[in-house]
């Protein structure tokens, strides 16, 4: 009868229940609707193409070859991606250099047919997991992860996709990012262009990687910019915060990788106030609008999840040759990530001096960093600087309740108070890391987060800091309430856990609905962490009737929930609320070009020469008096060509000149006044002279932008019209 029933039950294999392959399908699916709701299917096609057979499958061989890793499915793929995209990075850095940029895919075929061919590699490579996933924690995985892919979407694409079409929906950063995309299709090293003449020392390599996939597809830079490539990105990552977490529970707790996948994605702080957020500091806050944090995430994941298996001295040794790669690639992908792993390696050498492990990883970590800060950035800390508390400044609490002219030292002290708890509740499971510190893999976990949040209070940019640091917070806080849970000594704790993270979801919604009318800080604050309470109290009280044990235990693992999933809220209304995604994420701005203006620029791709040089009348997106906010990249972005002066922001000298003077990045005045000024003139009082000077600067194409300012009648004496729209008017200088 036993060997029968054992028969009857679920066929398993390499890859799993069939219930649990199942769960793939709806996140493929997501996948696929997201892209092509956004894209030309023939671009989509050809995206996914590439991304399987030019990343994907030729990292997962060097992923299983190297690292001799088959735990599952899941963390293979997502790892396989990883590590696909830094080698393609490192041969397209390479390629560059002799101007073979298009044939940079040309490494991906020679490791899958020495993958294929090669019988002891084949052996090595394509064989079954280890410990495929158990159909529960597939499903919940994919629930978690297409919750979060979807809030990215409803955030990103959503919002900014066709791009350039509208111009009361933008955002200027991602402009920024496609100029420098573009620059990286044809510079080596990558330029500024949309300022002529201007360096650029800038973690650069999610531009060289965006570049690379153009080439090897031919797909648009707007398209991949705006529509595709963040969504890879994003699902590694999602993948990768459940494989770090996976390595600090046991398989039975099947519930704690999708919770931390969901509270990564949308959790973070709890959200007191109605109309202003505490920060976004989630991953779908920052995976969309800055690229660079979504691909920089992702190798810190890997990163992480090689150093947790180093430190633990598992082997092979080959890792430290994938870990090398890894880092390699982060050197240049955030500037945030080495100086964190730094950390986290440096943590477990001091709590465990006899780890040789952890002492190399510092050599390796922060030689590499040393190396980036000279050969990346040239020693540039694009307006880094040590301020501390600016973060308490910087969030919408301070600004809704500052009184004084000046600083305001209370308001001051309620902003911290109210984002510290807030972000402190939203991770209280750390505070139950039972015995965590005996684990040199949780060490480092833990040395990165608090790399990462010492970081954000010590720094005038806090977030960069605290957004990469926030997915492992969330994976030490998931591990800390499966402690807790497992204290109860019953099978049917993640009962209390489900209960109390609905409770506390709709515990947070009903305390932000009824803190709607109130001013202020505190008092919203105070509902919030009593609705938190509330629920904790009512989930023991309900354990303690139903299934008895300790009380005790039973409250603070339901409040430990309820803030967790709580944090979550208002991500989750955003999906359906206009008012709550824009509290979250913001509004998008609403300086963008018309499409007559884009075409122009697209006019200037098509048809001028790769090497000439574009003058134009467009500088700021807003003017304020005469205040120019000058993030003004999309010519330089759209016609892919460099522009003498567009915007001028977002460079090293105006980075210098913000931190040195104090100014807004984005308000910084142009230095060359004399050359602003002659090229302006081309447009509003052109002459042979002013025409003649912009010929010997190079100049060979005059961007005329209606909309930026009167264009003389008479420029056309000295030109050569050669198009037009209703915005914009393209001239050649003979």
């Avoid at 990292?59 to 991606?81: C, P």
């Avoid at 360096?199 to 390599?205: A, D, G, K, L």
């Avoid at 684990?439 to 608090?450: L, R, S, T």
Wanted: proline content about 5%; overall charge positive.
């Amino acid at each position: 009868m036993h060997s029968r029933a054992r028969r009857r039950g679920p066929k398993e294999t390499g890859s799993g229940t069939l219930a649990g392959r199942m769960a793939a399908l709806p996140v493929l699916m997501l996948v696929l609707v997201l892209l092509i709701s956004r894209a030309p299917v023939f671009d989509v096609a050809k995206f996914g193409l590439f991304l399987l057979a030019g990343v994907t499958l030729p990292g997962l061989v060097l992923w299983r070859l190297i690292g001799a890793y088959r735990r599952n499915l899941v963390e293979d793929f997502a790892a396989g991606f990883a590590v696909g995209t830094a080698a393609q990075l490192i041969v397209y850095l390479a390629s560059a250099s002799v101007g073979l940029q298009r044939w940079s895919w040309g490494w991906a075929p020679i490791v899958l047919i020495l993958g294929m061919l090669d019988h002891d590699v084949r052996n090595r490579v394509w064989r079954r997991v280890e410990a495929p996933l158990a159909p529960w924690t597939a499903w919940l995985l994919s629930l978690s992860t297409s919750l979060v892919l979807f809030a990215i979407y409803r955030k990103g694409p959503e919002r900014y996709a066709p791009a350039y079409t509208d111009p009361l929906v933008s955002d200027p950063g991602m402009a920024f990012h496609q100029a420098l995309a573009a620059s990286a299709k044809a510079d080596v090293p990558i330029v500024p262009l949309w300022l002529g003449g201007e360096p650029m020392r800038f973690h650069t390599f999610f531009h060289q990687v965006t570049a690379a996939t153009s080439w090897a597809t031919g797909v648009d830079l707007t398209q991949l910019t705006y529509t595709l490539v963040w969504l890879p990105f994003a699902l590694a990552g999602c993948a990768l915060v459940f494989a770090v977490t996976q390595r600090f529970v046991e398989p039975s707790a099947f519930w704690v990788g999708p919770l931390a996948v969901l509270v990564a994605g949308l959790g973070g702080a709890l959200e007191p106030l109605h109309d202003l957020s505490v920060g976004g500091v989630s991953m779908a806050a920052g995976a969309y609008l800055s690229p660079t944090q979504n691909m920089g995430l992702m190798f810190a994941l890997v990163l992480t999840a090689v150093a947790i298996d180093v430190l633990r001295k598992q082997s092979p040794r080959s890792r430290w040759l994938l870990l090398l790669l890894v880092a390699l690639a982060a050197a240049g992908a955030k500037a945030t990530v080495l100086p964190m792993a730094v950390c986290g390696f440096l943590l477990v050498f001091l709590f465990r001096r006899s780890t040789r492990n952890a002492f190399f990883g510092v050599l390796i970590a922060l030689g590499l960093f040393v190396g980036s800060a000279i050969v990346v950035f040239g020693g540039e800390s694009s307006g880094l600087q040590v301020k501390f508390g600016d973060l308490f400044t910087e969030l919408p609490p301070y600004q809704s309740i500052r009184a004084a002219v000046g600083t305001d030292q209370r308001a001051e002290l309620i902003s911290a108070v109210a984002i510290l708890v807030a972000w402190g509740l939203a991770v209280a499971g750390v505070l139950f890391l039972r015995r965590f510190w005996r684990d040199p893999g949780g060490i480092f976990v833990a040395g990165v987060a608090i790399g990462g949040f010492a970081a954000a209070l010590l720094t005038n940019q806090p977030l960069s800091f605290y957004r990469m640091a926030f997915p492992f917070l969330a994976v030490l806080s998931c591990v800390g309430l499966a402690r807790l849970a497992e204290r109860l000594d019953d099978r049917r704790s993640a009962v209390l856990v489900a209960v109390a993270a609905g409770l506390g979801l709709v515990g947070c919604g009903l305390a932000r609905w009824g803190a709607a009318d109130l001013q202020g800080v505190k008092e919203p604050l105070i509902w919030t962490v009593a609705a938190m309470l509330a629920v904790g109290l009512l989930v023991a009280v309900g354990w303690k009737v139903g299934r008895g044990g300790r009380m005790p235990t039973a409250f603070f693992a339901a409040l430990v929930a309820a803030c967790m999933v709580g944090a979550a809220t208002l991500p989750l209304i955003g999906l359906v609320s206009g008012q709550a995604s824009d509290v979250v994420y913001g509004r998008p701005g609403r300086d963008g070009p018309t499409e007559a203006e884009a075409d122009a620029a697209r006019w200037l791709k098509e048809n001028a020469p790769g090497d000439d040089l574009i003058a134009t009348n467009a500088h700021c997106i807003a003017m304020q008096g005469d205040t120019c906010d000058s993030r003004h990249f999309w010519i330089a972005a759209l016609s892919e060509r460099q522009v003498l002066i567009e915007g001028w922001v977002r460079t090293n000298r105006s980075s210098r000149i913000s931190a040195t003077t104090g100014t807004d990045p984005s308000t910084v005045p142009y230095w060359n006044k004399d050359q602003l000024a002659a090229n302006d003139a081309t447009f509003t009082s052109p002459s042979e002279a002013v025409i003649d000077r912009l010929r010997k600067l190079g100049v060979r194409w005059l961007y005329a932008d209606n909309r930026a300012g009167e264009v003389s009648p008479q420029l056309k004496q000295f030109v050569r019209l050669r198009h037009a729209t209703l915005d914009a008017t393209i001239y050649e200088i003979r």
